[in-house]
């Protein structure tokens, strides 16, 4: 492990982008002594102060019991997808593949929405997954370990998803959360967001060009 004048040292060595990179992405895993020495840095270069206020907020985790509140108040929420309240809401996950001869595309998609659309969204995913995923090799062997995975989810593990992926969102959004507060309208912005954010996986034809 480095040592604190070591880091120092480094620090001095980076470019403008990478310390506002490190202020606005990497902040929350630094130790104490080395956020001292980010927010030098950004004060020596001039660098826009807000960043200084970012990585404070970031760096200011919610506590136990703060969290288990906010959970509370996402919880009884309007869904941000249907737009009404129906039922509490519920961290969900939906994988889907799509995949054509040589070409697989497999999505995976967190959402915090209710039961009612929750329901809808699983069986469009499996659907699409069940009809569209086997049509090449890697859809063949993905596709019904992919559709038992997501049956298997929805009967035994649905609090275990909802746990995660709601303790993932607080997580993601702390330094917000500092900035500007977690009342309902903020909140509601953020999971909205936080819903359209999806990973796409890397297809089979990528694979092979990266081999």
């Known amino acids: 492990m480095y040592s604190v004048e070591e880091i120092r040292e480094n620090y001095k060595d980076f470019s403008d982008s990478k310390i506002e990179n490190i202020a606005r992405n990497e902040s ?7 956020l001292g020495i980010l927010k ?11 960043l200084i206020t970012w990585v404070e907020a970031e760096t200011n985790t919610l506590t136990d019991f703060e969290k288990q509140t906010l959970i509370r108040k996402i919880e009884n929420l ?4 249907c737009g009404q309240k129906r039922s509490k809401l519920f961290g969900q996950e939906f994988n889907t593949i799509v995949s054509v001869i040589i070409w697989s595309n497999d999505i995976t998609q967190n959402r915090i929405i ?11 995913s499996m659907l699409i997954t069940f009809f569209a995923g086997w049509w090449s090799k890697r859809g063949v ?11 298997i989810n929805l009967l035994f593990y649905r609090k275990k998803i909802n ?12 330094g ?3 900035l500007h507060g977690t009342d309902d309208k903020n909140l509601f912005n953020l999971i909205s967001w936080h819903n359209n954010d ?7 034809e990528e694979l092979k060009t990266e081999k």
């Not at 030098?40 to 807000?50: A, G, S, T, V």
């Open 198 to 204: 999806y990973e796409i996986q890397e297809t089979e």
């Open 78 to 81: 309007n869904c941000p997808n």
């Open 163 to 174: 746990d995660r992926i709601l303790t993932d969102f607080i997580e993601q959004n702390n």
């Open 40 to 50: 030098e840095e950004i004060k020596n270069r001039n660098l826009d102060e807000r």
């Open 28 to 34: 929350k895993g630094l130790r104490k002594e080395i």
């Open 114 to 124: 209710c039961q009612y659309c929750g329901r809808n969204e699983k069986l469009k």
């Open 141 to 151: 062997l993905n596709t019904p370990y992919t559709i038992i995975k997501d049956t």
């Open 176 to 178: 917000m959360f500092r």
